[in-house]
């Protein structure tokens, strides 16, 4: 198995794992602080394992990008642009990367559990999808 082969199969493997653990979640009723604090780092998680993903296939395809302010949002056009993510993927990876700009800065304890479920519940599908172009 080359490094390549490995990095990808990996990241593909953690992110499907956070994905489980957040569909284990979404299926309670009602969820502890703790639980909640779980989703918002699960979520947190499955963004920087997609993102890790597309940088590499990016990078690897020889497309380059500046790491300026906004290079986490130009990563994901360009990743759509060159055809590595569906429209749907890229809305529902910019809202991912938008709740873990928010999860960063803050603290787990002021999460919502309605918010949460409002970005987990529609985002494991597409997730699902591209982990399936990864292969």
Known sequence: MSAKTSFLSEERKNVEQALALIEELLAKTVLSQYEVIALGTLLQNVY??????????????????????????ELLKKSLDHGFI????????????????????????MLNEKRLREIASPITGPCRDFLETTE
């Open 86 to 109: 569906t429209q749907i993927q890229f809305k529902g990876f910019l809202e991912l990367l938008l709740f873990r700009h928010m999860h960063v800065h803050g603290y787990g304890y």
């Open 48 to 73: 920087q394992g997609l993102e890790g993903i597309l940088r590499y296939r990016l990078q690897d395809a020889g497309i380059k990008f500046q790491k300026t302010e906004s290079w986490h949002k």
